[in-house]
């Protein structure tokens, strides 16, 4: 995503028993780790210390994890896990085969329980060559705008190729990005029941249904 300086390298391993004993996750989650994940590597840490900018609240540092795949693919729910187990800013680079894409959430603490993060809907970017060239990190004044920078540079290069429309909060950004992934699941729901149907006057009812969702979905998608 971006090319962070040497002085911000960490490159640590990160065992799974400790992503285990923290998240705590369930014997089918832990299968998924040990079938899809190869290795996981703290990568980088962007603190003021290591990239000469300061923190802003929340923001005091957002870490880079790598995570090398085993087939190529990877739940989410083991990215939800790692946000769950760490308390920083996640970044991931998931890795296959001399190939990368990015991935995060927007991660913030709990309002019940300062303690306790939430966080949202995932982004992924499309896969691309491990060794492409990338453009250095974004001049901003603070972390908490680099944290911010970082999140659209992937919301743009997702699937859902999502970007903020003018006067529009980040907050705002993501309610709308988890309506559009909600009302993509809906038109994918329709669809199969379209394809199912054999009665005429259902299908009539079920297209007039799939058009409207799929004109809601547009109209959320304008930039």
């Known amino acids: 995503m971006f090319a962070y300086p040497p002085q911000a390298l960490v490159n640590r391993p990160v065992p799974k028993s400790k992503i285990y004993t923290a998240a705590k996750p369930g014997s089918t989650l832990r299968r998924r780790f040990i079938a899809q994940v190869s290795d996981i590597i703290w990568k980088y840490k962007l603190a003021p210390e290591t990239i000469n900018i300061p923190a802003k609240s929340p923001v005091q540092e957002i870490q880079v994890f790598e995570i090398a795949l085993k087939t190529g693919e990877l739940d989410e729910d083991i990215l939800r896990t790692l946000d769950s187990a760490i308390p920083s800013l996640l970044f991931f680079e998931i890795t296959f085969q001399?190939?990368?894409?990015?991935?995060?959430?927007?991660?913030?603490?709990?309002?019940?329980?300062?303690?306790?993060?939430?966080?949202?809907?995932?982004?992924?970017?499309?896969?691309?060559?491990?060794?492409?060239?990338?453009?250095?990190?974004?001049?901003?004044?603070?972390?908490?705008?680099?944290?911010?920078?970082?999140?659209?540079?992937?919301?743009?290069?997702?699937?859902?190729?999502?970007?903020?429309?003018?006067?529009?909060?980040?907050?705002?950004?993501?309610?709308?990005?988890?309506m559009i992934r909600s009302k993509e699941k809906e038109c994918q729901r329709l669809e199969s029941r379209l394809k199912k149907e054999i009665q005429f006057n259902r299908k009539v009812e079920l297209n007039a249904d799939l058009r409207n969702r799929r004109a809601e979905l547009a109209q959320l998608q304008q930039h």
Do not use: G
């Open 98 to 178: 001399h190939k990368v894409r990015f991935a995060a959430t927007y991660k913030r603490p709990s309002e019940a329980n300062k303690r306790k993060t939430v966080t949202d809907v995932y982004f992924e970017s499309s896969w691309q060559p491990a060794d492409k060239a990338r453009p250095p990190l974004a001049a901003v004044l603070n972390l908490a705008a680099l944290y911010e920078k970082m999140l659209h540079q992937i919301m743009r290069d997702s699937p859902l190729a999502i970007t903020l429309r003018e006067d529009e909060t980040l907050d705002q950004l993501l309610d709308r990005a988890t």
